[in-house]
Every structure is written in C-alpha cells, then in structure tokens.
C-alpha cells in the first residue's frame, strides 16, 4: 500500500491540526495503522496507533487526551486530530500500516510508510 500524509504546517502553541494520511493500491480496512513522529534530533517515535476497522485505538502518553487518531475506510484515509498543541509536539509526523495486528505491528515494525509531513508548533 502506498501512503501519502499531508496537512502539516506551522500553528501557535494551544492550536490544532488536522493530519490526513491517504492511501492507495490496496483496501484500507485490512490494515493496522499509526502515526510515528520524529523531532529533529530525536529517534521516531509512536503517537497513536489504530485497528483495520477503527474500534480500539491507542495513544502514546505524550498526546493521550489531545490527540484523536480515526479513519474512514471508505475513502481510505488515516487520520489524527491534533489540539492544544505544545512545542515539544514539533516534528516530522508519519503514518505507517501493516497487516498484521496492531500490536505485533507495534511490537515488530509496520511494512510501510509515508513520507511524512511537517509539524512545527511556535511558542
């Protein structure tokens, strides 16, 4: 599956964001997906994770109750809903999908990625 993330951009500390991940070649319904973020330099890290059909999703500490990451499988995006936005949030964000479940995905590594998009929150 090919991924492409968009909707990055520069935003005031306490603003939001809306990141899409768009997917094509194969269905999204029958992946694991995520969105990983890398602060300059810093090692990827995991944001938020979700399942193929979107019922369980999990969240890293950092962003728990600030982010909210959904799909929508019928028009094969990923999303991530990002609000109160801090500095410490700045990073290149990716999302990521694998067909195995979630958390072995998590665990061993997902298949494939996008190229990532800029996130750059001022203080």
């Known amino acids: 599956v090919q991924l492409q993330a968009s909707g990055g951009g520069l935003v005031q500390a306490g603003g939001s964001l809306r990141l899409s991940c768009a997917a094509s070649?194969?269905?999204?319904?029958?992946?694991?997906m995520a969105w990983y973020r890398q602060a300059p330099g810093k090692g990827r890290e995991f944001v938020s994770g979700?399942?193929?059909?979107?019922?369980?999703?999990v969240y890293a500490d950092a962003v728990k109750g600030r982010f909210t990451i959904s799909r929508d499988n019928a028009k094969n995006t990923l999303y991530l809903q990002m609000n109160s936005l801090k500095p410490e949030d700045t990073a290149v964000y990716y999302c990521a999908a694998s067909q195995s479940p979630l958390w072995t995905a998590m665990r061993d590594g997902f298949a494939s990625w996008g190229q990532g998009t800029q996130v750059t929150v001022s203080s």
């Open positions: 070649g194969r269905t999204l319904g029958r992946y694991s």
């Open positions: 979700i399942i193929g059909s979107g019922a369980s999703t």
